[in-house]
């Protein structure tokens, strides 16, 4: 199963859709079994449903996504003399300082992985957020990059890509970013010309976090990796 720009989308939609087609299965054969039998029937499909269900998210749920991710990424990885794979774990409590939206938590990092960028060493993985607070929002995945860079006290961030709600990725403190300094428009500018699905580029705590709604292909991971890198290097 190939990765798809959308693969987290996608694997958050399996359950639900699960869950509607067997209810519709269920109701569809109880209106068209007469009698008696209608009771078995239904039973069958629900059975039935649920396994292929259960199968189905195995395959192609967050577990299977996330199987996949790591495949993908173990192969990119050791094609790259600059690569190297680095186990799940806990994210850096900085990265996760700067580019966390609110209302969120970072449960672990996943597939992450190390590499370099015109000798720039950046860090790619995939956060899994639970909601905080005691919300009972579902688990969500987020791709993350993240470059070191001589930020000093200024923290500042520029949303990415078109949306009704840039709030899904703004960081939790984006209503109190620093006045601009002198190369935020350098870094505008270059942010403008990258183009990505939702996301947030968050500057600060000498680093420069690309926070991401989804897209966990080594395509957008490189293009990712080289706007921090470019963002990085404009900052000073």
Same mark, same amino acid.
């Given at each position: 199963?190939?990765?798809?720009?959308?693969?987290?989308?996608?694997?958050?939609?399996?359950?639900?859709?699960?869950?509607?087609?067997?209810?519709?299965?269920?109701?569809?054969?109880?209106?068209?079994?007469?009698?008696?039998?209608?009771?078995?029937?239904?039973?069958?499909?629900?059975?039935?449903?649920?396994?292929?269900?259960?199968?189905?998210?195995?395959?192609?749920?967050?577990?299977?996504?996330?199987?996949?991710?790591?495949?993908?990424?173990?192969?990119?990885?050791?094609?790259?003399?600059?690569?190297?794979?680095?186990?799940?774990?806990?994210?850096?409590?900085?990265?996760?300082?700067?580019?966390?939206?609110?209302?969120?938590?970072?449960?672990?990092?996943?597939?992450?992985?190390?590499?370099?960028?015109?000798?720039?060493?950046?860090?790619?993985?995939?956060?899994? %957020?639970?909601?905080?607070?005691?919300?009972?929002?579902?688990? @969500?995945? =987020?791709? #993350?990059?993240?470059? &070191? !860079? /001589?930020? +000093?006290?200024?923290?500042?961030?520029?949303?990415?890509?078109?949306?009704?709600?840039?709030?899904?990725?703004?960081?939790?403190?984006?209503?109190?970013?620093?006045?601009?300094?002198?190369?935020?428009?350098?870094?505008?500018?270059?942010?403008?010309?990258?183009?990505?699905?939702?996301?947030?580029?968050?500057?600060?705590?000498?680093?420069?976090?690309?926070?991401? %709604?989804?897209?966990?292909?080594?395509?957008?991971?490189?293009? @990712?990796? =080289?706007? #921090?890198?470019?963002? &990085? !290097? /404009?900052? +000073?």
């Amino acid at each position: 199963m190939a990765l798809t720009r959308r693969a987290w989308t996608g694997a958050a939609g399996v359950v639900p859709i699960v869950g509607v087609a067997s209810i519709l299965a269920a109701a569809l054969a109880a209106a068209l079994v007469p009698g008696p039998a209608v009771l078995i029937v239904v039973l069958a499909v629900v059975l039935v449903g649920g396994a292929l269900g259960l199968l189905l998210v195995r395959h192609r749920g967050a577990e299977g996504r996330h199987r996949r991710v790591a495949a993908v990424r173990d192969a990119w990885a050791a094609a790259r003399p600059d690569a190297v794979r680095e186990p799940d774990g806990a994210p850096d409590a900085r990265d996760v300082a700067l580019a966390l939206p609110r209302g969120w938590r970072v449960e672990s990092a996943r597939g992450r992985v190390r590499f370099e960028v015109d000798g720039a060493v950046v860090h790619a993985e995939t956060w899994v %957020l639970r909601a905080a607070g005691g919300s009972r929002r579902d688990p @969500r995945r =987020r791709e #993350v990059v993240v470059i &070191a !860079a /001589r930020t +000093g006290a200024v923290r500042a961030w520029l949303p990415i890509g078109a949306s009704v709600d840039p709030l899904l990725v703004a960081p939790s403190w984006g209503d109190a970013a620093s006045p601009e300094p002198s190369w935020m428009p350098a870094v505008r500018e270059r942010t403008a010309a990258h183009e990505d699905l939702l996301a947030a580029l968050s500057v600060g705590d000498d680093r420069v976090v690309l926070f991401a %709604l989804d897209d966990p292909r080594p395509q957008a991971m490189l293009a @990712r990796a =080289r706007l #921090v890198r470019d963002v &990085a !290097a /404009r900052i +000073g």
